[in-house]
């Protein structure tokens, strides 16, 4: 099997575009983008880990009038039973859907206040809280979400827009994959090695295989495990196939060298979910490879973007933060 690549290969001229833009967002005050600005409420629905509002960004036209056609079949399901579970999960998940982040949390809240030991809600309502950068509580509810399912057999959990295909995940499966992407995010990679260990183990197709390997492989390079990482890669080989995971599986393909890294940073084509995902496991890989100015200029470019949901932005903001707080460490007070 091919080994990780270890030396830099990105063509010089990208390098100067992601260079120029990490330049443009110093220049804007280090901030990421924050959307064209409050709805009408004119509360954002997060702030960011420098403290910046979040607003939800514009979507197109056509995406957004089927959203708000969901929402509105969600609330009027809701209306007609406001304590059937899953009219109120749905109400909560189409909200979030639309970037309505404050009011999902809410929805979810609700939930847990009418049906305590549904783990769903705390499921969802910790992923919620990793949007809106609530690290701690997503940690709690995740963690008190696998004290309800444990001994219980696990359950296909639907995907928002369903397909022919299926369920490609299952709720417990999704509660150890939110669960460490929470520590990950926190900066505790061994443990988030092992809730992606937790994660990988319920894996029931390709599509879920991909997305848990791939985050534990760079939670135990973040770790200092190296080795214990490039065994995570082994099962990864060619025959390998997803239906929804192509972004996860490409990093894959970078970390075993099988993919130049110029090739994830290339967004023609792809969504900007897709190109977050992608363009973080290159910054990352330039991180634990020693190239923290490349590493950076790449966060940058992630944290420059519209979107700022994606978890991809999110871990490239949470490490900038860590790289700033780690230089302020090192540099000497004034005397």
């Not at 399912?149 to 499966?173: H, K, M, N």
Request: net charge positive; aromatic share 8%.
């Amino acid at each position: 099997m091919p080994q990780p690549v270890t030396r830099p290969r990105t063509a010089p001229r990208l390098i100067a575009r992601v260079l120029a833009l990490a330049c443009a967002a110093a220049l804007a005050g280090c901030v990421p983008h924050v959307g064209k600005g409050p709805g009408p409420a004119g509360e954002p629905e997060a702030r960011s880990l420098s403290g910046q509002p979040l607003y939800p960004p514009e979507l197109p036209l056509e995406l957004r009038q089927r959203l708000e056609a969901q929402l509105d079949t969600a609330r009027l399901a809701y209306e007609k039973a406001p304590d059937d579970a899953d009219a109120i999960l749905w109400y909560g998940r189409r909200a979030a859907a639309l970037g309505h982040y404050r009011e999902a949390i809410s929805l979810f809240t609700e939930g847990i206040r009418k049906h305590p030991r549904d783990a769903r809600f705390y499921r969802f309502r910790g992923h919620r809280w990793i949007t809106v950068r609530r690290f701690d509580r997503a940690v709690g509810d995740l963690e008190h979400a696998v004290r309800l399912v444990r001994g219980q057999p696990d359950q296909e959990e639907p995907d928002a827009t369903p397909t022919a295909a299926g369920a490609r995940s299952t709720l417990q499966g999704n509660i150890w994959y939110h669960l460490g992407l929470a520590y990950y995010l926190r900066g505790e990679f061994g443990r988030a090695a092992a809730a992606f260990q937790g994660a990988l183990a319920l894996a029931r197709n390709d599509d879920s295989r991909v997305g848990a390997a791939d985050w534990l492989y760079m939670s135990l390079r973040r770790a200092g495990r190296p080795a214990e990482a490039a065994a995570v890669l082994r099962p990864f080989g060619p025959e390998v196939r997803v239906l929804e995971n192509q972004a996860y599986l490409r990093r894959i393909r970078l970390y075993r060298g099988e993919l130049p890294p110029d090739s994830l940073l290339d967004p023609a084509g792809r969504s900007n979910v897709e190109i977050a995902t992608q363009a973080y496991g290159v910054g990352n890989w330039h991180l634990y490879n020693g190239r923290q100015s490349d590493a950076e200029a790449i966060f940058w470019r992630i944290t420059s973007a519209e979107n700022w949901a994606p978890f991809g932005y999110i871990a490239a903001e949470a490490d900038l933060r860590r790289i700033a707080r780690a230089q302020q460490r090192r540099t000497p007070a004034p005397r």
